[in-house]
Each structure stands twice: as structure tokens, then as C-alpha cells.
């Protein structure tokens, strides 16, 4: 984009605006331009330009059009987070015997809340509750 904009005069500084959890850009971006212009001649020039699939729209922005935090983040090279990769292994991790104690409670707990809801609301359907598929705790403690 900002190669693009350069043939109109030096670019200071280029925001695309992005989706932060794909990282693609949502269509729009603001530059800046160090001169004013500048600026309203390469506003002239691109309005309705067709650049690659997309009409370009292009204006100039008021002073008082632009927020104190436009510029956040501008300039810099964006660093795509690997949102599938980081779940992956936060879901496959190694557990303690305490967090899975906690999630067979957690578990059993809404079992429990399910089937009383079906109940509560007329449906009969049994099916074997998540309480009879674990494995039975041993009281037994064995000593050598």
C-alpha cells in the first residue's frame, strides 16, 4: 500500500486495519502523507480506482475527523498470532491428577444439570449417565 501511494509523494504513515483473529485486512486503510497537498492530489487521483478486486474510496480526513488512536500500530509489519497452534496445545497438554479430578466434577456436575433439565421439561429419554462410565474410585490403600 504503501509503495502504491508513494508515486504521489512520501508516505509517513500507513494503517491497514486488520482482523485480529485471522489477520486479514478488512478492506481499509489510512495513510499519511507529509504533505497536505500531497495528500489531496493522490485523494483526487484514486478515488474510484480500481486496484486489484476493490474500488478504491478515497478522501481526504478533517484534523478533527481523526482519532487520538488511529496511528496505533502503524508502520509496523504484522505478526500473525497462531491462534489454532496455541489452542492445539493448550487442549493436548499434560494434566494434573488435580485438574482431572476437576474436570471429571465439572463434567458429572453437568450431567447431572442435564438430565435434570430433561426431566423438568417432559422429555423422557435414559441413556447411561456419565457417572457410570468412569472408573470406580478404590478406598483400598495397599500397604507392602
Not at 22 to 44: M, R
Not at 60 to 77: D, R, Y
Not at 128 to 135: D, F, G, K, R, V
Amino acid at each position: 500500500m504503501k509503495g502504491f501511494f508513494a508515486q504521489f509523494g512520501r508516505v509517513t504513515k500507513v494503517r491497514v486495519s486488520r482482523n485480529k483473529k485471522t489477520g486479514a485486512a478488512k478492506h481499509y486503510a489510512f495513510l499519511e502523507f507529509a504533505s497536505a497537498d500531497v495528500a489531496a492530489i493522490a485523494a483526487e487521483a484514486m478515488d474510484g480506482y480500481m486496484l486489484f478486486t476493490q474500488k478504491l474510496v478515497v478522501r481526504v480526513m478533517q484534523p478533527k475527523e481523526v482519532h487520538a488512536e488511529l496511528w496505533k500500530g502503524a508502520n509496523c509489519k504484522f505478526a500473525k498470532v497462531p491462534w489454532r497452534k496455541i489452542e492445539l496445545e493448550r487442549h493436548n497438554a499434560d494434566r494434573t491428577p488435580e485438574q482431572q479430578v476437576a474436570r471429571q466434577e465439572r463434567a458429572l456436575r453437568r450431567d447431572r444439570q442435564r438430565v435434570k433439565r430433561l426431566k423438568e421439561s417432559g422429555i423422557e429419554y435414559e441413556y447411561q449417565p456419565l457417572a457410570a462410565t468412569l472408573p470406580v474410585k478404590s478406598t483400598r490403600t495397599t500397604f507392602d
